[in-house]
């Protein structure tokens, strides 16, 4: 059994912001729409209709700017998403104000 704690800890230490916006996701050469329920500067919770497969490298797009990162886990329609690197205060603000 693998010990997860310490990077389950990790991500948990920064800062959560609940939402609601549309973003598109791109893993290899499938395109498909999702939300983020929830949004930190190094990962997401999502909701889409098809989600990726566990595991997925993929590139979120939203008001123009992209971030890339891995599917963490999935959960029925819900899955959580680890960005590669931790993304801006700035680009934060402008995915949870959705402007």
Not at 17 to 27: D, E, I, N, S, W
């Amino acid at each position: 059994m693998a010990d997860l704690t310490g990077s389950a800890t990790q991500r948990r230490h920064d800062p959560r912001h609940k939402m609601f916006g549309p973003v598109a996701l791109r893993t290899g050469d499938i395109a498909f729409r999702a939300h983020f329920l929830d949004l930190s500067c190094s990962g997401a919770l999502a909701h889409s209709e098809t989600p990726p497969t566990d595991g997925a490298s993929l590139t979120v797009e939203a008001l123009g700017l992209e971030a890339r990162g891995r599917v963490i886990w999935i959960n029925g329609k819900r899955f959580g998403i680890q960005f590669n690197t931790p993304l801006t205060p700035a680009m934060m603000t402008r995915w949870i104000e959705g402007r």
